[in-house]
């Protein structure tokens, strides 16, 4: 999920309207959620920590445009889940023009993600793709467009899930801890796995279907050409 890592363009106009408007999503049955959340432990599925709300939220549905005085646009959404710690997206349609940013921010502008580009499209205009953006720690964020008036073309964005946090997990580098290795298993950090400290750099998180995590690692092939393969477990991806 490669962005620009820049602050999202209205950041810029402190006169913009920040009455932005908002969509409020349901509180959760944490006993139910609890209760699944057992069965998923005892059945081996990777561990749970959001709840997907199914939604149906785009440009041409929800949200609203302000018009620049140089006559960019910006298009803007707020979402929010008084009890979550944190959100993140599921998107069914994702297509930018060049020149088109999209990014995504907590209501506080603490914490952002973006800008991303058609560098990041999947598939073209005319085959539209998915795409998922990652976890922002707030129970109130903005979803932002920004067309520059020499953009002729839309963007598309829809969301199909939004994932509310119930669990916290940190995903920041160096920063996660997610228990000790297992009985079988050898901990790369203690004295066992002194030998493979460069290859413990290819271990990842990941995140399944945008609400449960897992790990693997960064392989390589004979050719030793950089294609880049993940491998993980199968338990990982719901087998």
Same mark, same amino acid.
């Given at each position: 999920?490669?962005?620009?890592?820049?602050?999202?363009?209205?950041?810029?106009?402190?006169?913009?309207?920040?009455?932005?408007? @908002?969509? /409020?999503?349901?509180?959760?049955?944490?006993?139910?959620?609890?209760?699944?959340?057992?069965?998923?432990?005892?059945?081996?599925?990777?561990?749970?920590?959001?709840?997907?709300?199914?939604?149906?939220?785009?440009?041409?549905?929800?949200?609203?445009?302000? /018009?620049?005085?140089?006559?960019?646009?910006?298009?803007?959404?707020?979402?929010?889940?008084?009890?979550?710690?944190?959100?993140?997206?599921?998107?069914?349609?994702?297509?930018?023009?060049?020149?088109?940013?999209?990014?995504?921010?907590?209501?506080?502008?603490?914490?952002?993600?973006?800008?991303?580009?058609?560098?990041?499209?999947?598939? @073209?205009?005319?085959?539209?793709?998915?795409?998922? /953006?990652?976890?922002?720690?707030?129970?109130?964020?903005?979803?932002?467009?920004?067309?520059?008036?020499?953009?002729?073309?839309?963007?598309?964005?829809?969301?199909?899930?939004?994932?509310?946090?119930?669990?916290?997990?940190?995903?920041?580098?160096?920063?996660?801890?997610?228990?000790?290795?297992?009985?079988?298993?050898?901990?790369?950090?203690?004295?066992?796995?002194?030998?493979?400290?460069?290859?413990?750099?290819?271990?990842?998180?990941?995140?399944?279907?945008?609400?449960?995590?897992? @790990?693997?690692?960064?392989?390589?092939?004979?050719?030793?050409?950089? @294609?880049?393969?993940?491998?993980?477990?199968?338990?990982?991806?719901?087998?």
């Amino acid at each position: 999920m490669l962005s620009t890592k820049e602050l999202p363009v209205s950041f810029e106009y402190k006169n913009l309207n920040s009455n932005v408007t @908002t969509k /409020t999503l349901p509180s959760l049955d944490m006993a139910i959620i609890n209760q699944e959340d057992l069965e998923d432990e005892k059945n081996g599925v990777p561990p749970r920590f959001g709840y997907a709300h199914k939604v149906n939220y785009s440009m041409d549905s929800s949200g609203e445009w302000s /018009t620049l005085a140089n006559g960019d646009r910006i298009w803007r959404l707020c979402i929010s889940i008084p009890e979550a710690l944190s959100i993140n997206l599921l998107y069914d349609k994702f297509w930018l023009p060049e020149g088109g940013k999209f990014f995504i921010y907590s209501y506080d502008k603490k914490h952002s993600l973006g800008a991303f580009t058609s560098y990041n499209n999947k598939g @073209t205009k005319d085959s539209i793709e998915g795409f998922a /953006t990652g976890l922002i720690y707030s129970n109130k964020i903005v979803l932002e467009y920004y067309s520059p008036s020499n953009v002729i073309e839309q963007g598309i964005i829809s969301v199909a899930y939004v994932i509310q946090g119930y669990r916290y997990i940190n995903i920041f580098e160096n920063e996660v801890k997610f228990g000790q290795s297992g009985n079988c298993q050898v901990n790369i950090n203690c004295e066992e796995g002194v030998n493979w400290q460069n290859e413990k750099n290819a271990v990842a998180l990941i995140l399944v279907n945008g609400n449960r995590y897992c @790990t693997g690692s960064l392989i390589n092939n004979i050719t030793n050409d950089n @294609t880049p393969l993940f491998l993980t477990a199968d338990h990982c991806l719901g087998g």
